[in-house]
């Protein structure tokens, strides 16, 4: 699996437990066993594309779906120009002035965006939205959308592709996104979809635990210990344990799980 690996680690280096930290002291037995080194940014990365496409399928099919209006989806890029200071509140004023742009002509805005890192440091957006065929998208910088730099606008074929190849991308070398910058974002899902979202993103042994459910069924949330269902009122212990031998690594390892 991508960005993971596994390593053999010594008895002797095994952590003692201390009370409060949910770390695990690891037996003679459980130290000899492989360990699981979690590459965390390797980690964010695959959990933002999985998000990013279920998100964006969800969206597709309803906006596919859809009898009274027929729908295209739209790219939209947004470039910050040299010297402007990215800020959180620019994409959320866009996501609001393209809302209410769209609750105006009596339809719903459906869109996800994925904020990236150009070359030199800077924050830009890429976003589909799905723009019913009878209307025509402002240009964002020139309605004042985006009042930031310059936006470009496209008609997708391959919106979910799209997506999903800036979401995969990781950060480069010595890059980093400005603190509480938002990596990615979706508008416009419907409560059902948002269940559909948070099934496809929970962990596996999280739906093998819940398959008689289903993606349908069940609403599964991330708690305290483990995953639990909201619908049945089920609760998942997770497998996995904490293991950090204080050199800044991060590993986990498997432990039995009582039924």
Partial sequence: MKGLSQVLVPAERAPASEAGTGL??????????PLIEVDRAASRVRRLA????????E??????????????PVFVTLTYRAGEEWAADHIRSFSRLARDWFRH????????????????????????????????LPCPDASGWWSHGMSNLQTARSPIGYLCKYASKGVGEGLRFPRNCRTHGACGLEPAARKVVRWWCA?????????????FGADVRKVAGGWADRVSGLFVASPWRLYLPGNGRVFFYKVEVAK
């Avoid at 999985?50 to 399928?57: G, I, K, N, T, Y």
């Avoid at 962990?203 to 993606?215: E, F, I, N, T, Y």
């Fill in 24 to 33: 695990v002291n690891l037996s003679t037995k459980a130290a000899r066993d």
């Fill in 50 to 57: 999985r998000r990013v496409d279920h998100c964006a399928r």
């Fill in 59 to 72: 969206l597709h099919f309803s906006a596919s779906s859809d009898r009274r209006i027929r729908y295209r």
């Fill in 105 to 136: 002509r009596g339809c719903r805005l459906r869109m996800v965006w994925v904020a990236e890192l150009q070359q030199r440091g800077a924050v830009h957006y890429h976003a589909v939205l799905w723009v019913p065929s009878r209307l025509r």
């Fill in 203 to 215: 962990p596996g042994w999280v739906r093998d635990s819940l398959h008689d459910l289903g993606a």
